[in-house]
């Protein structure tokens, strides 16, 4: 297995905090191996905490591998399961973002994420946009979320100086605008979407078709939303299908910030700033101009319409 | 009705609970489906490699059900060390279905072979054998104008135990959704020779060689596993809760897990937007 070190940000700032550092856990789960996959999770969340990261971010069913097909329901956790007791209790030091299969009450199998810090899960989001067509198939095994939702993030070890609001959106939830749109309205400063996309679509210059399609997307939620938007691929293979990592921080002007991460392992680490996102949104005000109450007006009326 | 009663409504020879099967109503859906998936890729025929044993005994009596004596084309492909009495009841089982039976010799092509390879173990030489076999039914595919009928039952899929590209190898498998003990059921059945029916279990690649013996367990046992298993989806915990013992589900599970290779096509490394059998999946029988 292939030890992932931390790739440091820039030297810490000193005085009041209005940023923190993020770790991208670009890793490859072994397909179907909760127990290796868990204890993988435990290695890169204490490396990113000494590295000094304020938040680790782990790829889409980063504690199960993708294409799970009949596994599905054997690395099924709950949130009373072991295994989230143990990722939760690793949170104390640094907030981790993991994604799992999440099995509820009335046995539904849902691709989740899961936010965790100070010992406990402090938010889950459940993918809506289950992807059934093309190489997809997660429909056929997984029931779909309902909801987006903003929160605060702990992230205690930075101290900031006012709470970090954040929605997480998961891979095809990324490719529904409204998503972002839902979360950009319910004010937040990062989107953090965790993803497992296959790399495909050679031929259109020395970059996956994949590859570019996020780029744009990426880059243009967080400059038209003008929020942070955090993306964190996985990498590695499964029965022939690869996935192309690429992992980035877009900044709120759309930037990317640093590089992002090749097709191999790592975890490089990002500095985000409140105070980038605060000259953004002074130089672009989309969000303060934003006339949500046109779009509630006319999505009465569509509706309306689409009923008759 | 309750599966007790239906398990009671079958014959003695039949396997109780849970495996048991309506054998007229299986027979048809075997037959139909023989009758059906040969003659519509444009052939009449069927090629069935005749070990001596039940499997390939009544995958012969499908086809010739589905297609009728005149059109199955049943091969026997003895090697210098099988046991006589495989070609014996392999002449037995061919001559009762009303078959006419080819026998192709494959002692010179494996010996020739291994000459070569004079320190193969018996594992690389049955596998040779299977292979071989496989070669020639193909060969006669074409020359006798019939599809590849295969033998493989569903326990030996799930455990693996079979040879890939050998006799894993074939254009059609009637029998690999019904487990062992639904074989012999289905056997007796239609009135197979005794002989085939009950003699132990064996692939016949080396001399005294027995199913049983190789892989540890009898059918009868781990056919119920693999039910509640596969079929039945149940946990470790539930199996330990019916009395299994849980190394042997352990086993069982890494066999069935470890094999999986055998069962799927080769991985295809995806670069396209459209990769074959995974987003260009057109059926098999596409226009047919």
Redesign the interface.
């Given at each position: 297995m292939v030890k992932i070190e931390p790739t440091p940000a820039v030297a810490p700032e000193t005085g009041p905090r209005s940023d923190i550092v993020v770790a991208l856990a670009q890793m490859a789960p072994r397909l179907g191996d909760l127990g290796a996959n868990v204890a993988r999770h435990l290695e890169l969340i204490s490396a990113a905490a000494a590295g000094g990261a304020d938040l680790v971010v782990f790829p889409e069913l980063s504690l199960t591998g993708y294409f799970l097909k009949d596994l599905v329901?054997e690395t099924a956790l709950r949130l009373d399961s072991p295994e989230v007791h143990a990722l939760a209790e690793a949170s104390r030091g640094v907030d981790a973002v993991v994604g799992c299969i999440l099995e509820s009450d009335d046995h539904r199998f849902h691709n989740a994420v899961l936010y965790l810090s100070g010992g406990a899960v402090v938010h889950l989001h459940r993918k809506v946009y289950l992807p059934t067509y093309?190489?997809f198939d997660e429909a056929r095994d997984l029931a779909p979320g309902n909801r987006f939702r903003a929160f605060e993030a702990p992230l205690s070890s930075a101290a900031p100086r006012r709470p970090w609001r954040v929605g997480v959106l998961i891979c095809e939830d990324l490719w529904h605008p409204s998503s972002a749109y839902l979360l950009a309205r319910a004010g937040v400063d990062l989107i953090i979407c965790p993803s497992a996309s296959?790399?495909?679509?050679?031929?259109q210059g020395s970059e996956l078709?994949t590859a570019q399609s996020y780029d744009v997307i990426t880059r243009t939620y967080a400059q038209l939303f003008t929020t942070y938007v955090v993306y964190c691929n996985r990498v590695g293979y499964e029965?022939?299908?690869?996935f192309w990592g690429g992992s980035r921080v877009v900044d709120p002007e759309g930037h990317l910030v640093g590089e992002p991460a090749g097709r191999d392992e790592a975890m490089p680490l990002h500095r985000l700033d409140l105070a980038a996102l605060r000259r953004a949104r002074i130089a672009n005000p989309m969000l303060r101009d934003e006339r949500h109450d046109i779009v509630d007006a006319e999505c009465r009326r569509l509706h309306r319409h689409e009923r008759e | 009705m309750s599966v007790s009663e239906t398990a009671a409504g079958l014959s003695a020879a039949a396997p109780g609970g849970a495996l048991a099967v309506d054998c007229d109503l299986v027979t048809e859906i075997l037959t139909g489906f023989v009758r059906e998936e040969v003659r519509k890729v444009g052939f009449e025929r069927g090629v069935v490699g005749l070990s001596g044993g039940v499997d390939s005994a009544l995958t012969l009596a499908v086809v010739c059900r589905a297609l009728g004596p005149e059109n199955a084309v049943p091969v026997i492909m003895p090697y210098r060390a099988s046991s006589p009495a495989s070609e014996r009841d392999a002449r037995l089982v061919a001559a009762q279905l009303g078959t006419v039976p080819l026998v192709v010799d494959i002692s010179p092509q494996i010996d020739a072979y291994f000459d070569r390879e004079p320190d193969a173990d018996r594992n690389r030489r049955g596998n040779k054998m299977a292979r071989e076999r496989m070669s020639i039914l193909y060969d006669l595919s074409l020359a006798r104008a019939g599809l590849v009928i295969g033998t493989s039952n569903k326990t030996e899929l799930l455990l693996g135990y079979g040879t890939i590209h050998g006799d894993m190898a074939h254009a059609l498998n009637p029998l690999g959704d019904l487990y062992k003990t639904q074989i012999f059921a289905l056997a007796r059945h239609l009135g197979l020779p005794a002989a085939v029916i009950e003699k132990a279990p064996s692939a016949d690649l080396w001399e005294g060689q027995s199913d049983e013996d190789e892989l540890g367990f009898e059918y009868a046992v781990v056919d119920q596993l693999l039910h509640q298993m596969i079929d039945e989806?149940r946990t470790r915990a539930e199996l330990h809760g019916l009395g299994y013992d849980d190394a042997f589900v352990k086993q069982i599970h890494r066999r069935v897990r470890d094999s999986q290779y055998k069962r799927r096509p080769p991985?295809?490394?995806?670069?396209?937007?459209r990769?074959i059998d995974?987003?260009f999946r057109y059926p098999r029988d596409w226009g047919r």
């Open positions: 329901t093309g190489l296959p790399g495909r679509g050679v031929g078709g029965d022939g299908i690869n | 989806r991985l295809i490394a995806k670069v396209s937007n990769t995974r987003d």
